[in-house]
């Protein structure tokens, strides 16, 4: 019976350990994109600035610089954007981008970022563009709305990129809603004891995060799914704000004269699941929105797809790795060359 004990006792020794090792090493080598990029969004949080005690189009504090989990330096403007300071008399012709955490960089250093490698490309080809960048995390279209009429008409841009997601859409709506009310719950959320372990697990170990990645890759690419996991269908409600922004943008910019262009950036679940009108849908349902209302659209997600590794162009579930900036930009450029 002591021996029993013993041996149970060293085994459960030798699998603390192991779990303990695999832990350190996930954490160490970042296997996990989504352990690196949980780290990261806590530390990109730290210096949002409200605008009139509002939480719609607030910036970041201006002339600041924090530093990321990934050491990853982000400087902001006399404005509050990821950007340089700009000369609103300048001469170059401007472009502005508007987005979230994926066009201002999150992950990537300043340079490696969308709205920086448009300026570089159009420069090569002897175009003088001054491309501004007036995105912030957690932006959805109800702050660019804001922020399109208290900074970026002051540019005059030439034109105006909004690159919305698949987060857009539900702050839409929320942001949208009288305070007195609120979103229904799920009918098919988890008991509470579920979500509980589950988010200890996904907060606290980048081992599980590691596994549950492989696990969801997996799944994507060989098995058969009617719908993308975590991904849930977006409500009618969800299109009619989404739509309604987009429609305050796009008369601003027809106000102004200024092109519109809208893109959607896919998540990596959506470019790497195996059935494809499944993957395409929120980005064709837009698109088909898009040009029924006279807005240009702008879809990347079939040059996603056909990369040779679709999977190197994020850091984790929605962010851009450095590849995959290069290839958004790349995108853009031939677009906007292409009238040129």
């Known amino acids: 019976m002591k021996n029993i004990l013993i ?11 192991s779990f303990w090792v695999a832990e350190v090493v996930c954490r160490k080598a970042k296997l996990s ?3 690196s990029s949980y780290i990261d969004r806590k530390s990109i949080t ?3 600035k409200k605008f009139n005690n509002s939480n719609i189009g607030y910036t970041r ?12 330096i982000f400087i902001t403007n006399n404005l509050g954007f990821r950007d340089i300071n700009r000369d609103e008399k300048s001469k170059n012709k401007k472009i502005a981008v508007t987005g979230d955490s994926v066009l201002e960089g999150f992950g990537v250093e300043v340079d490696d970022r969308v709205s920086n490698k448009i300026e570089t490309s159009l420069l090569a080809k002897n175009l003088n563009y001054d491309v501004l960048n007036f995105s912030i995390a957690g932006y959805a279209t109800i702050d660019q709305v804001q922020i399109l009429e ?4 002051d540019y005059s841009p030439e034109s105006i990129i909004l690159q919305i997601c698949y987060n857009d859409f539900q702050r839409n709506l929320i942001e949208s809603l009288p305070k007195s009310e609120s979103l229904p719950k799920s009918e098919s959320l988890p008991k509470s004891e579920e979500v509980s372990f589950k988010k200890v697990l996904q907060t606290n170990s980048a081992f599980y995060l590691f596994l549950a990645e492989q696990y969801s890759y997996f799944k994507l690419k060989n098995r058969k799914n009617n719908q993308i996991p975590n991904l849930q269908p977006v409500s009618q409600d969800e299109w009619k704000w989404t739509k309604f922004y987009l ?3 796009k008369n601003l910019c027809e106000t102004h004269n200024i092109e519109f262009i809208v893109s959607y950036v896919p998540l990596a679940n959506e470019v790497i699941i195996s059935q494809d009108e499944i993957g395409k849908k929120i980005n064709n349902d837009l698109g088909n929105y898009c040009t029924k209302d006279s ?7 079939n040059q996603f797809r056909d990369y040779y590794n679709p999977e190197s162009l994020y850091l984790d579930d929605c962010h851009l790795s450095v590849k995959g900036n290069e290839l958004l930009s790349k995108i853009i450029v031939e677009h906007l060359t292409s009238k040129k």
């Open 7 to 17: 041996n149970s006792l060293i085994l459960l020794i030798s699998i603390c350990l």
């Open 295 to 301: 807005i240009a659209f702008l879809s990347v997600i």
């Open 150 to 153: 208290r900074y970026v008409l």
């Open 247 to 249: 429609n305050k943008m």
């Open 33 to 35: 994109k989504t352990w």
């Open 46 to 48: 730290t210096n949002l």
């Open 61 to 72: 504090i201006p002339n600041d610089t924090i530093k990321t989990a990934r050491d990853v």
